[in-house]
């Protein structure tokens, strides 16, 4: 094995942006990274600052972004010949400390065979809450996201139509509960932001989208308004294509292999051309979260709804400039 030079700052830079880059519930970028350069080691650590106690109580959603981000982490790596060995929750003394990514050697050609547009699907990537066009995506592209959601420890159901309604109904179930519970909807407005705020993080209300007219895709309202004080609803695609991504156990590192999972598949949708965005808000409450789950798996813990098609980019929301700490979980 050859050890490598110390890690250029740009090199390091680069690194940081695409693990910034990853998908955050409400934008929070709950990840912070500190690198030992004598070990080469990065380390990602959860930003306490940056929980919201009221939707996210046990800290899955954010354990799924820190997951996201390591996955960007190591795809870089690839991408600019480094070889990431990545370790979850590696120190149990030290619980901050969710994950640690060693860049131990320079990668051969062959290692380097990443699928292709992966790594640039990173910075394609934005979740468009706006209307799909309906046209069915092909069956390929639909086994190469459960590929790859299987390829990072977790599972993807495609529902059929049925299944589909199913789990649109019970997301819409869970948007009426958040919306009629004050402090839920006060933590989540507080992520929304006016268009040219000055802030690296929450969500740009431009990046918001409509509600749909004919009343079945719940997208999330995180304004908190009633109905006539919120965008016009518009209709969008009448067979709403989406996949359920589940895993066979419910622990914190079952959450990071979830959100590595997350991302991968979608940057292989990316990839392809396709547009996502995720529906989270039946994951927010334990009996619904469970209605979710597949009847027939035993265990079957579901994660995150992802709805996919084709249709208009998303709005990009900003990020914290990637840097690292000097200290470690600071
Ligand atoms: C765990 C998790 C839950 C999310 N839940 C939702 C959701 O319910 N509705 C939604 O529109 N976006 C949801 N998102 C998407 C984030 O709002 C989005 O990733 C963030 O604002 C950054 O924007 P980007 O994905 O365009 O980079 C979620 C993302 C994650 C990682």
């Given at each position: 094995?050859?050890?490598?030079?110390?890690?250029?700052?740009?090199?390091?830079?680069?690194?940081?942006?695409?693990?910034?880059?990853?998908?955050?519930?409400?934008?929070?970028?709950?990840?912070?990274?500190?690198?030992?350069?004598?070990?080469?080691?990065?380390?990602?650590?959860?930003?306490?600052?940056?929980?919201?106690?009221?939707?996210?109580?046990?800290?899955?959603?954010?354990?799924?972004?820190?997951?996201?981000?390591?996955?960007?982490?190591?795809?870089?790596?690839?991408?600019?010949?480094?070889r990431p060995e990545?370790?979850?929750?590696?120190?149990?003394?030290?619980?901050?400390?969710?994950?640690?990514?060693?860049?131990?050697?320079?990668?051969?050609?062959?290692?380097?065979?990443?699928?292709?547009?992966?790594?640039?699907?990173?910075?394609?990537?934005?979740?468009?809450?706006?209307?799909?066009?309906?046209?069915?995506?092909?069956?390929?592209?639909?086994?190469?996201?459960?590929?790859?959601?299987?390829?990072?420890?977790?599972?993807?159901?495609?529902?059929?139509?049925?299944?589909?309604?199913?789990?649109?109904?019970?997301?819409?179930?869970?948007?009426?509960?958040?919306?009629?519970?004050?402090?839920?909807?006060?933590?989540?407005?507080?992520?929304?932001h006016a268009p040219?705020?000055?802030?690296?993080?929450?969500?740009?209300?431009?990046?918001?989208?409509?509600?749909?007219?004919?009343?079945?895709?719940?997208?999330?309202?995180?304004?908190?308004?009633?109905?006539?004080?919120?965008?016009?609803?518009?209709?969008?695609?009448?067979?709403?294509?989406?996949?359920?991504?589940?895993?066979?156990?419910?622990?914190?590192?079952?959450?990071?292999?979830?959100?590595?999972?997350?991302?991968?598949?979608?940057?292989?949708?990316?990839?392809?051309?396709?547009?996502?965005?995720?529906?989270?808000?039946?994951?927010?409450?334990?009996?619904?979260?469970?209605?979710?789950?597949?009847?027939?798996?035993?265990?079957?813990?579901?994660?995150?709804?992802?709805?996919?098609?084709?249709?208009?980019d998303g709005t990009?929301?900003?990020?914290?400039?990637?840097?690292?700490?000097?200290?470690?979980?600071?």
């Amino acid at each position: 094995m050859r050890s490598i030079q110390a890690l250029q700052p740009d090199t390091v830079e680069s690194l940081l942006t695409a693990a910034g880059a990853a998908p955050s519930i409400h934008n929070t970028q709950p990840w912070r990274f500190h690198l030992d350069r004598d070990s080469q080691v990065l380390e990602v650590h959860s930003v306490p600052e940056r929980t919201l106690p009221q939707t996210d109580p046990t800290h899955r959603a954010q354990y799924l972004s820190v997951g996201a981000a390591v996955f960007n982490l190591r795809l870089a790596a690839v991408h600019l010949g480094l070889r990431p060995e990545a370790r979850l929750l590696p120190d149990l003394t030290r619980p901050g400390l969710l994950a640690t990514v060693r860049l131990t050697e320079h990668l051969g050609a062959d290692d380097q065979d990443q699928a292709p547009g992966l790594y640039d699907a990173i910075a394609q990537r934005h979740t468009s809450r706006k209307p799909f066009t309906g046209r069915p995506v092909p069956e390929p592209i639909v086994a190469e996201m459960t590929a790859a959601a299987h390829a990072a420890g977790a599972r993807l159901y495609i529902p059929d139509h049925a299944g589909t309604r199913r789990l649109l109904r019970l997301t819409a179930a869970a948007e009426a509960r958040n919306h009629a519970h004050t402090a839920r909807t006060a933590e989540t407005r507080n992520w929304v932001h006016a268009p040219g705020a000055d802030s690296s993080y929450g969500i740009p209300v431009t990046a918001l989208g409509p509600p749909d007219a004919a009343g079945r895709m719940p997208m999330r309202d995180f304004t908190g308004l009633p109905p006539a004080g919120r965008r016009p609803a518009v209709w969008f695609e009448r067979h709403v294509q989406m996949a359920m991504l589940w895993t066979s156990h419910d622990r914190r590192d079952d959450w990071l292999r979830a959100g590595q999972a997350l991302q991968y598949v979608l940057l292989t949708a990316t990839a392809r051309g396709l547009r996502t965005s995720l529906l989270h808000q039946a994951m927010e409450w334990p009996d619904l979260r469970a209605a979710t789950a597949l009847p027939r798996h035993k265990r079957c813990h579901p994660q995150m709804l992802i709805r996919f098609g084709y249709g208009p980019d998303g709005t990009p929301t900003p990020r914290a400039r990637g840097r690292t700490a000097t200290q470690p979980g600071t």
